[in-house]
């Protein structure tokens, strides 16, 4: 059975930093691309960051330079770290694995920042 578990979600104030976790389990983890996504309140799921089975990331424009997304085999985990969190990146974020044949998702884990 495949799972994607979230964790490190939560309430902070703007400015403030949190980190991420994306637990896989039941999928061979280092041959799978690893994405997370966020959807807030009355909008669409949106792209946040993505690192491949072969370490290459890229991120959206919103989050360039605050963000960082990394993975450890050996723990079969990605983490996204955000640093300079702003009220606009309020949202429950998703972790996303998948390769050419198929993909999973998590559950998601609400991050809040306060103003």
């Known amino acids: 059975q495949v799972q994607l578990v979230e964790s490190g979600g939560g309430l902070v104030q703007a400015g403030g930093s949190l980190r991420l976790s994306c637990a896989a389990s039941?999928?061979?983890?280092?041959?799978?691309?690893i994405g997370w996504y966020r959807q807030a309140p009355g909008k669409q799921r949106e792209f946040v960051a993505v690192i491949t089975s072969t370490g290459s990331t890229n991120y959206a424009d919103s989050v360039k330079g605050r963000f960082t997304i990394y993975r450890d085999n050996d723990k079969n985990t990605v983490y996204l770290q955000m640093n300079s969190l702003k009220p606009e990146d309020t949202a429950v974020y998703y972790c996303?694995?998948?390769?050419?044949?198929?993909?999973?998702w998590g559950q998601g884990t609400q991050v809040t920042v306060s103003s």
């Open positions: 039941g999928i061979t983890f280092s041959v799978y691309r």
């Open positions: 996303h694995a998948d390769n050419r044949w198929t993909d999973y």
